[in-house]
Structure formats: C-alpha cells, structure tokens
C-alpha cells in the first residue's frame, strides 16, 4: 500500500483540482472532548493533519467517527501523520513521547488500518515519506459498523 507522497501531493496542487468552500473550526474545548469536533458535511477531500496522533485509540475512533458522519460515500480522508514500521526504535521512541505528552500514540500500518475501519473508513493507501510525515488516505467502509 506504500506509494509517493509527492505524487499525491502534485496532484492535489493542480489548478481546479480541489477547492475548499468551507473550513470548519473547532473551539479549545474540542481539546478535552473530541465529541465536539465536527466537521462540515458533503466535503470531496478531508484533511486531518497532526491531530490523531495526540489520542489514544478510543478517542481518535470518536474523532474518526463524526468525520465519516460528514462525509459522502466518495469523499476521500488524508491524514498527515507518521506510519511506524514494525520494530522502529526511533518511532518506539515517538510512541513513548507522545503517551507521556498528551496520552496519544504513533501508530503502525495496521494500527491504522484498525482504527479507520472501526470509525466506518477503510485504509486505501500510505504514501511514505523519509523524514516527514507520512500520507495516509482513506475511503468510506461501504461495509456496516459493527456495534461497539
């Protein structure tokens, strides 16, 4: 599932390729209930870039969750954040940080992959990036959510 981020990226750059009419904010206290981020409906692309990192699993299921309420069965989810290898010592480090700081994690492919398709989303592709942060994106699950 690994492909370019710059490929990804130039194509998003292209003139009329992708506009953004609404951009939605959220107050601070999104910060302590991530119930209260939301998202404006009948997007085409949506980008959450460095959030679901700082949330464990459960919470960033939540976020995940009012995302896919807005979006159409053809939008397209990216998330900006880092994909860790399996046995990476830098991003185990990461990992620890980011428990310590805000109680959030770094996540593997599949923790990626496990997380989008419990909030209704199914990970289509991770476009790696040396030194960055990684692309991942992701389409709405056309499978039903299992109840929880």
């Given amino acids: 599932m690994e492909g370019s981020c710059s490929t990804c990226l130039k194509d998003a750059q292209r003139p009329g390729h992708f506009s953004m009419p609404k951009v939605s904010k959220t107050g601070a206290a999104s910060r302590q209930d991530p119930s209260l981020i939301s998202y404006p409906a009948g997007g085409d692309v949506y980008v959450l870039s460095r959030i679901l990192h700082d949330w464990p699993d459960d919470k960033a299921a939540v976020i995940l969750a009012n995302c896919r309420k807005a979006v159409k069965d053809d939008s397209t989810l990216l998330i900006r954040d880092n994909v860790l290898s399996d046995n990476d010592v830098q991003g185990s480090t990461l990992d620890i940080?980011?428990?310590?700081?805000?109680?959030?994690?770094?996540?593997?492919?599949?923790?990626?992959?496990?997380?989008?398709?419990?909030?209704?989303?199914?990970?289509?592709?991770?476009?790696k990036k040396e030194g960055q942060l990684d692309l991942i994106e992701a389409k709405p699950d056309k499978q039903p959510l299992r109840s929880q």
Avoid: C, H, P
């Fill in 97 to 127: 940080t980011m428990m310590i700081m805000t109680g959030g994690e770094e996540r593997t492919e599949s923790e990626w992959k496990s997380l989008l398709k419990s909030a209704g989303f199914a990970l289509t592709r991770v476009y």
